[in-house]
């Protein structure tokens, strides 16, 4: 029974250190300026096509290619 007391106070006291911890501890995030250029594409030139846009002529469908022939 003496052990048991000594445990649920261990358990409390562990409760107690962690709460504490996150309450006064210091858990502010770090704060730095980022910068990264971004590249917007609006005006000349297109944006490259998908490799699924360029698959070649009659290759996906052989229903259609049968019904051609």
Same mark, same amino acid.
């Given at each position: ?5 000594? #445990?649920?106070?261990? &358990?409390? %006291? ?7 911890? +996150?309450?006064?501890?210091?858990? !502010? $995030?770090?704060?730095?300026? #980022?910068?990264?250029? &971004?590249? %917007?594409?609006?005006?000349g030139?297109?944006?490259? +096509?998908?490799?699924?846009?360029? !698959? $070649? ?13």
């Amino acid at each position: 029974m003496r052990l048991l007391k000594i #445990v649920i106070v261990l &358990v409390v %006291l562990a409760f107690l250190g962690l709460a504490g911890y +996150a309450y006064f501890g210091d858990m !502010a $995030p770090r704060q730095q300026e #980022v910068r990264q250029p &971004v590249d %917007l594409q609006t005006g000349g030139a297109q944006p490259p +096509a998908t490799a699924a846009a360029e !698959a $070649p002529e009659g290759a996906g469908d052989d229903a259609d290619s049968d019904a051609e022939q």
